[in-house]
T-cell receptor, first 117, second 112 residues
Framework: GAGVSQSPSNKVTEKGKDVELRCDPI?????LYWYRQSLGQGLEFLIY????????KSGLPSDRFSAERTGGSVSTLTIQRTQQEDSAVYLC???????????????FGPGTRLTVL | GESVGLHLPTLSVQEGDNSIINCAYS??????FIWYKQESGKGPQFIID?????DKRQGQRVTVLLNKTVKHLSLQIAATQPGDSAVYFC???????????FGTGTRLAVRP
C-alpha cells in the first residue's frame, strides 16, 4: 500500500488478556516507531527500530510491552496481561532516507484503538 | 488514530482569518522541529519542518516561526479553512537523532 497500515483498527479486550497490534510500514522505510496516544495527551514514544540495529526500547512503560520487527518490515506490538490503563490509541510510524533531510518526517498509520475492559 | 479529546487547549477562528498556534518546547539541545496535523480518526500528518539555524520557514499557506531564545515555536495558517480543523502538534528532536518528542497539542476549530 501507499501508506502505513495498522490492524486491527479497534480492539476491545478484557483485563489480563494479551493483545497483538500489527504495523505494515511504507515499503522500503528502514525506520519504524511505535507511539501511544492517551486521551488528553500527546504522543508517547514506545519503541524504535532502525534497520538491523538493536531496537531502542527506552519508551516501553513496563515489561508487559514488547515489539518485534520481522524481516525489516512488518512490526508487532504485544501487550501481555493488559490493564485498563493500557487503553489508548497505538500509532505506528515509518521513515525512510537520512535523518538530516528536509521533510524526512515520520509517516503515521491510522492507529489501533485499544480498549481494556 | 483519533486525536485526543476533552482536555486540549482550543483555538477557535473564523473561516478566512489567520490562525496562530503556539508551542513551547523543552529541550534546548533540540535542533529540528516539526508541526503535525491530526484529524479525527487519523494518524498525525506532516505539515512543515524547520531547523534551528533558521527562524522562519514558509510552506503553502503555512509559516513556522522559531524563537530559540525562549524555546518557542509557532505555526501560522493563512486564510484558515474548515479543512484546517484538527489537532496540531509540535515535535522536536536533535537532527542527529531519530526520536521525536511531541507537545500535548492544540485543537483548532474553524467557525463558518
Amino acid at each position: 500500500g501507499a501508506g502505513v497500515s495498522q490492524s486491527p483498527s479497534n480492539k476491545v479486550t478484557e483485563k489480563g488478556k494479551d493483545v497483538e497490534l500489527r504495523c505494515d510500514p511504507i515499503s522500503g522505510h528502514t525506520a519504524l516507531y511505535w507511539y501511544r496516544q492517551s486521551l488528553g495527551q500527546g504522543l508517547e514514544f514506545l519503541i524504535y527500530f532502525q534497520g538491523n540495529s538493536a531496537p531502542d526500547k527506552s519508551g516501553l512503560p513496563s515489561d508487559r510491552f514488547s515489539a518485534e520487527r520481522t524481516g525489516g518490515s512488518v512490526s508487532t506490538l504485544t501487550i501481555q496481561r493488559t490493564q485498563q490503563e493500557d487503553s489508548a490509541v497505538y500509532l505506528c510510524a515509518s521513515r525512510g532516507g537520512t535523518s538530516g533531510a528536509w521533510g524526512n518526517e515520520q509517516f503515521f498509520g491510522p492507529g489501533t484503538r485499544l480498549t481494556v475492559l | 488514530g483519533e486525536s485526543v479529546g476533552l482536555h486540549l487547549p482550543t483555538l477557535s477562528v473564523q473561516e478566512g482569518d489567520n490562525s496562530i498556534i503556539n508551542c513551547a518546547y523543552s529541550n534546548s539541545a533540540s535542533d529540528y522541529f516539526i508541526w503535525y496535523k491530526q484529524e479525527s480518526g487519523k494518524g498525525p500528518q506532516f505539515i512543515i519542518d524547520i531547523r534551528s539555524n533558521m527562524d522562519k520557514r514558509q510552506g503553502q499557506r503555512v509559516t513556522v516561526l522559531l524563537n530559540k531564545t525562549v524555546k518557542h515555536l509557532s505555526l501560522q495558517i493563512a486564510a484558515t479553512q474548515p479543512g484546517d480543523s484538527a489537532v496540531y502538534f509540535c515535535a522536536e528532536r536533535k537532527s542527529s537523532g531519530d526520536k521525536l518528542t511531541f507537545g500535548t497539542g492544540t485543537r483548532l476549530a474553524v467557525r463558518p
